[in-house]
Structures are given as structure tokens and as C-alpha cells.
């Protein structure tokens, strides 16, 4: 299933070339879950990150659907 | 006495009588410094009940202990006055130089009162305070004004100052310091131009002696290593400053669009922290002492926008950019420029346009009555409103009054998204309902710098909040908001304090910051100490609103907030469940149900019982 992934400001580093504002499409077997998306990425997965799905706080073992959103952004400074 | 001068500096400008006062050590430690001190002598001097723009106001400038000291961003001050926007208090911060230039005058305050017969400046030069003629500054904007001040002052000297919006008392108008940086909100701007006040310069080398230097200088360095560490890893506020905000308040539905008609913006890439990267971002520029430094030179090179200086922050983007639904970078950064130019706060003036095109949109204003279109997203009428509104010009006499009272003078006061008629800052409440509590109760009406739980719902700072909902809501506000009391009567910065001199709990605790007022005062604090003392800054401002006329019956938000669903994103559907959380928040204060502190808090607090 493709989902999509939105990595915010510097983590943006960790996508591959050619991404759109910071979003790539992944391909992802059924199952997959919020955490094993994210961690196809060399951010931190500590609580120095903040990951989010849809726009919602959940659990990251939260297995994905069809279309997700995934977003990730660093928690180190605040707005 | 360390870290604190205990001197005040009182210039009324009236009589032109200058007197230097001594602070009782006793007060001091009760009431912290800063903000803290502010109100001390605003509820003991002065009626809450006066007119704004009166000479009877007061406006402090404050520092705080941790002012001029090796504290990492120990740069800031407080402007504290009553404010001409909401009728309650004003307590609007600033960092840049100036503060801690005010600090090594020898004073920790400054008291403005009364009102000058015609324009003047102050400059303090240590014990050498000149009230002199500021005719010829009068109408010029806050840049010119810092040039021609320091040429005929001292070049190393630093300059607090008005524009025209402040000299002509547009209620959302700024006191700008070094050019760049703002004690923005509340119309602290409009309380110096009522005074004839044009601007404060200051410099000394008197720091404030340190009871343990040594200790001091060790705990701020470590303190700056960990800042340093964060910035080396690739923090985001050193690359983008808060620029980088609009991508993630977007994500979660909660960026300000068209005046909170929406809580998601289509164009946000053409305005966020990247465009501003990769077109206009010149390099960072700091406060003095800060490891964070989250400033950022800018400069539009070339166009109609042609322009350089700093920002915009996050909080100018949300505002004049997506909260206007203007999606030209170059029109936003040129907007910030002229704000801070004119001396105006870029959330109220923002959001006060954005008010006033939903007016037009929805017919309730005619073009003959603007004097032009007024529509969302466009950049050039709105560039040309802030011009009208700083110099109180046409419409922009109504657009200078802020948006609750344009809209209620045309007939739609529903149309406005204030608390206590001051406009909302970045976090569209309905998807972060924390921050509905904040702005429905700040005793500065709405803003995020009162108590930003923001911090945990948005930024997982230090741990994540889920922002939609209300359970526990009330205890993190009411913890928040004495945090940020405490922080704004130390003399740090938020930025650096909530994640660096803070426990990393969800409940944040001072351990670092108590040990660092210690070693700079010697008051031996401990960390419950310095939060129950601000808790008692803040129930005294409480006290103050509450006799100023701005007391419970103005702890709600706007229709808006409460009756109309956010209609996209992640929190669609959603409206702040005040009603949840108000009662819990009053009791976990200490007030009664109806909102009013109760006698045994107050005596609890040590504050007086009328």
C-alpha cells in the first residue's frame, strides 16, 4: 500500500533527493506500522522527535492504511 | 545585596523630577524581579481603574535578576503598564542588548509617569539621567530614531524607542529596542507616545555583583554547552528561527488561515521557513548572550518589496501571512520590516486586517469605507492598511483601534478572535485545547508568551500533549503560567528556559533556574520557593484585572472558538471545550468557583486581602 511521509525543517536532511516539501510516497507491505515507517529514517526516535499521523497523537506501533500520513519533526527547540 | 542593584530609577515626566529609590530586599525576593516587581509597585502606586493613555498610568521597564549575568539569554526585560488594547495588564518581553545595557545603568527599573508637555527622550548614563527634547525624532520611524539617538548620545549606547504608530497611539503599537526585537503586544507602544515619550537610552558598566561568581559562571557554561550541544546536532531555531512553524501547525490544522476561518493553509510551502531560506535568509544574528540564536538577518534584494532587516517569526508568518491568506514571501517579509519600522505588534495589526478582509468578504464593509478592496491574500492592500494604521490615516484610525473594537464599531464584534480584545497569537485553540484555557484566562488576554503549553501539545517539549484533549488541562495551564510568570521576573528568555533550566517532566520544575537565581542572588530559593512566588506575581496581576474591570466575566474566548467547528485537517469538527476545564483551573488556583481568588490563597500568598 502507498502511504506518505513529511519529515519538517532540518530532518528534511534525511530524505532522499527529489522530494516535494519534504514529502515522499513509500510503499509499504500491510501491517506496517507508524514506527516502522519513521524509522526507515536517520532521525532520532527518542522523545527528541515528535511524530505525529494524519495530524494526530498516537501510538506508534498504530499500523498504517492506505494513503497515511506520516510526519516528523524535531523536538529541540519549540515556536 | 547580589544580582539585584535594589535601585530603581523613577522619572516623572510631568515635573521632569528624576529619584532613585531603593528597593526593600524583602520585596525583592518576594516578588523575583522583572515582572514580578512590575506589578508589586503598580498595585501599590496606582488606581487599576485609570484611563490607559492617561498620565496616570505607569510604564515600568523592568529587569530581573538574571539580567547581565553569565545566564545563558539573560538578555531580557519586561515592559509592564496598563494596557489602552485590553484595559488589563501588559506585560510585553524583549531581548537584543538593550536590557542588559538598561541592567549595568545601576538600576534593575525604570518608572515612566506622569506625561511631558511636549516630545522627549530619556538617557540614562549611569547616575546621569537627561530628560531632553525629542522635537526633532518626533514622526521618524524607530530606525532613524536609534541612528539619531546614538549619534548624539554615545555610539556605544542602546536605544528603546516608538514609531508613529506609538507616537499616535494605535492600540496594538510596540516599543522597539535595537531595531529588531519588540516588547510587542498589548499597546505598550501607545502608552510611551501618550507620555511623550519617545525613547529610552541607556548604557553603564555597573554589572550586577554575582554572590557566587564562580558558581555561576560554571553553571551557565555547562548550561551552554547543552544549548550548544542541541545547535551542533541541528536545531532548528539556530537554521530557521520560528520560521519552521507554519509546516508543523499546519500538519496538525491549527495555523491561524483567513482570520481562523481555517486551520490549514494550500500555499504554506510559498511562506514557511524554507522559502525563507532559500530566498531572502542572510545569516542568524543573536540576542546578546544567547548559544540559541534564533534572529535571522533578512533581506528582499530587489522588487517592490526591496528591504532588509529581521524576521518574520513564526508568529508574523500566521498573522500578516496565512491569517491575512497572503501567500507573496516577499510582501510577508516586506510587512515585518514596516512593523517593526512603524513600531507595531505584527500578531494584533495581522490579525486585525485579517479581521477586517473577513468583514469585507462578508459584505459587512464597503470599499468606499476601506477606500480600497480588501480582499484575503492581498498583499499590496494589506501592506498598504499597515502604512494607514500607523499613521492613524483613513480606515487605518479604525484598523489602529484593534480588531475588537472595529468589528463591534461596524456592527460584527463575532467576526473577532480575541480574549480580553487582544488578538490571538498562532495556535488555532479548537485543535489545542490547552491553549484555549491559556488565552481565555491570560491576564494579559490572549498570547502564548503567558503560559505557552503549546510547547508540550505542539512541540512534545519536554514530553507530547495530545492537544485535543481537555484532561489535565487545567493543571498544566495553571502550572505553565506560573513557569512563565517566574521566567519573565528572572530576566531569561522562554526559548532557552523551558528546555534547558527546567526538569524534563511533564510538569516542568525550576531545579536549574532556582540554583541559578541562588548563585546570583544568595536569596537561597528553592525551587518550590520561586513558584510559589510566582504564583504570587500571578495572582496579583489577577488582583490588579480584577480591579481594573477586566476580571472573570472576561475569562471566555470568542463564538468562534466555542461554537464554530474547525471545518479542515486533523482537528476538524473540533471547538475548545472551555467549559471542561475553566472550573477544575479555578480550583486548582485557588479561586473560588466563580473565579475570584480566595481569601485563603491570598493570605496563603501573602498578598493583600482588598
Known amino acids: 500500500m502507498l502511504i506518505r511521509v513529511k519529515l519538517i525543517a532540518n530532518y528534511r536532511d534525511a530524505l532522499p533527493a527529489g522530494h516535494k516539501h519534504g514529502v515522499v510516497e513509500l510503499d509499504v507491505p500491510e501491517g506496517t506500522t507508524v514506527y516502522d515507517a519513521i524509522s526507515r529514517f536517520d532521525i532520532p526516535l527518542n522523545d527528541e522527535s515528535v511524530i505525529v499521523l494524519n495530524g494526530l497523537t498516537v501510538d506508534l506501533n498504530t499500523p498504517l492504511k492506505e494513503g497515511d500520513m506520516v510526519t516528523a519533526f524535531s523536538a529541540i527547540a519549540g515556536g | ?610
Open chain 2, 1 to 610: 545585596m547580589y544580582g539585584w542593584h535594589l535601585k530603581i530609577l523613577r522619572v516623572n515626566l510631568t515635573t521632569r523630577k528624576v529619584t532613585m529609590e531603593d528597593v526593600d530586599p524583602k520585596i525583592a525576593r518576594d516578588y523575583l524581579g522583572g515582572r514580578g516587581w512590575a506589578i508589586y509597585y503598580m498595585y501599590k502606586e496606582m488606581d487599576p481603574a485609570v484611563d490607559p493613555l492617561s498620565p496616570e498610568n505607569m510604564l515600568i521597564f523592568a529587569t530581573g535578576p538574571l539580567t547581565a549575568t553569565p545566564a545563558p539569554t539573560g538578555n531580557r526585560y519586561m515592559v509592564v503598564t496598563k494596557s489602552p488594547l485590553t484595559g488589563a495588564l501588559a506585560h510585553s518581553n524583549s531581548g537584543g542588548d538593550f536590557p542588559t545595557w538598561m541592567k549595568r545603568t545601576g538600576f534593575d527599573m525604570f518608572i515612566f509617569e506622569g506625561k511631558a508637555s511636549e516630545p522627549v527622550y530619556v538617557w540614562v548614563n549611569e547616575e546621569q539621567v537627561e530628560v531632553r527634547s525629542a522635537a526633532h525624532v518626533w514622526g521618524k520611524d524607530t530606525h532613524e530614531t536609534t541612528d539619531i539617538l546614538l549619534t548624539e548620545t554615545h555610539p556605544e549606547a542602546r536605544v528603546a524607542c516608538i514609531g508613529p504608530a506609538g507616537e499616535n497611539l494605535a492600540l496594538m503599537a510596540a516599543i522597539m529596542n535595537d531595531k529588531h526585537r519588540a516588547a510587542a503586544r498589548s499597546g505598550v507602544g501607545a502608552v510611551m507616545g501618550s507620555k511623550n515619550l519617545k525613547a529610552v537610552v541607556a548604557m553603564g558598566s555597573k554589572n550586577p555583583p554575582l554572590y557566587n561568581p564562580e558558581g555561576m559562571r560554571e553553571l551557565s557554561v555547562n548550561t551552554s554547552k547543552n544549548v550548544g550541544a542541541d545547535v551542533k546536532k541541528g536545531s532548528n531555531m539556530r537554521i530557521y528561527g520560528t520560521s519552521y512553524v507554519p509546516q508543523v501547525t499546519n500538519t496538525l490544522g491549527i495555523l491561524p488561515t483567513r482570520n481562523f476561518l481555517q486551520g490549514t493553509f494550500e500555499h504554506v510551502h510559498n511562506i514557511d521557513g524554507d522559502a525563507l531560506k532559500d530566498n531572502y535568509l542572510i545569516r542568524h544574528t543573536p540576542c546578546y548572550r544567547c548559544p540559541l540564536s534564533c534572529g535571522r538577518l533578512t533581506e528582499v534584494p530587489e522588487g517592490p518589496y526591496k528591504g532588509k532587516g529581521e524576521g518574520p517569526e513564526y508568529e508574523t508568518i500566521s498573522s500578516l501571512g496565512t491569517g491575512c491568506g497572503v501567500s507573496n514571501l516577499a510582501a510577508l517579509v516586506k510587512a515585518n520590516y514596516l512593523c517593526n519600522e512603524y513600531g507595531l505588534d505584527t500578531i494584533s495589526t495581522g490579525m486585525t486586517i485579517a479581521a477586517a478582509m473577513e468583514m469585507y468578504e462578508k459584505g459587512y464593509l464597503s470599499e468606499e469605507v476601506i477606500g480600497m478592496p480588501l480582499r484575503f491574500g492581498d498583499h499590496d492592500a494589506m501592506i498598504e492598511m499597515i502604512k494607514l494604521m500607523a499613521y492613524g490615516k483613513g480606515f487605518g484610525k479604525d484598523l489602529a483601534l484593534g480588531s475588537y473594537r472595529l468589528c463591534e464599531k461596524y456592527g460584527h464584534p463575532e467576526i473577532a478572535v480575541t480574549t480580553r480584545k487582544q488578538e490571538f497569537p498562532g495556535y488555532d485553540p479548537r485543535g489545542s485545547q490547552g491553549m484555549g484555557l491559556l488565552y481565555a484566562t491570560s491576564n494579559k488576554g490572549a498570547s502564548h508568551m503567558e503560559g505557552d503549553v503549546a510547547y508540550e501539545e505542539v512541540f512534545g517539549v519536554p514530553v507530547k500533549e495530545n492537544p485535543l484533549t481537555t484532561e489535565g488541562k487545567a493543571e498544566l495551564v495553571k502550572h505553565f503560567q506560573d513557569s512563565f510568570a517566574l521566567i519573565d521576573s528572572s530576566g531569561l528568555c522562554v526559548f532557552v528556559a523551558i528546555r534547558y533550566v527546567f526538569d524534563k517532566t511533564r510538569i516542568i520544575w525550576p531545579q536549574t533556574l532556582a540554583a541559578m537565581m541562588n548563585l546570583t542572588t544568595g536569596a537561597g530559593y528553592t525551587p518550590e520557593e520561586v513558584l510559589k512566588a510566582a504564583e504570587r506575581v500571578y495572582t496579583l496581576e489577577r488582583m490588579f484585572l480584577i480591579k481594573a474591570g477586566s476580571g472573570p466575566e472576561w475569562d471566555t474566548l470568542p463564538p468562534r472558538m466555542l461554537h464554530e467547528p474547525l471545518p479542515d485537517g486533523p482537528a476538524k469538527g473540533k471547538v475548545v471545550e472551555l467549559d471542561k476545564m475553566l472550573p477544575e483551573f479555578y480550583q486548582k488556583r485557588g479561586w473560588d468557583e466563580k473565579g475570584y481568588p480566595t481569601k485563603e490563597k491570598l493570605m496563603e500568598l501573602g498578598l493583600p486581602l482588598a
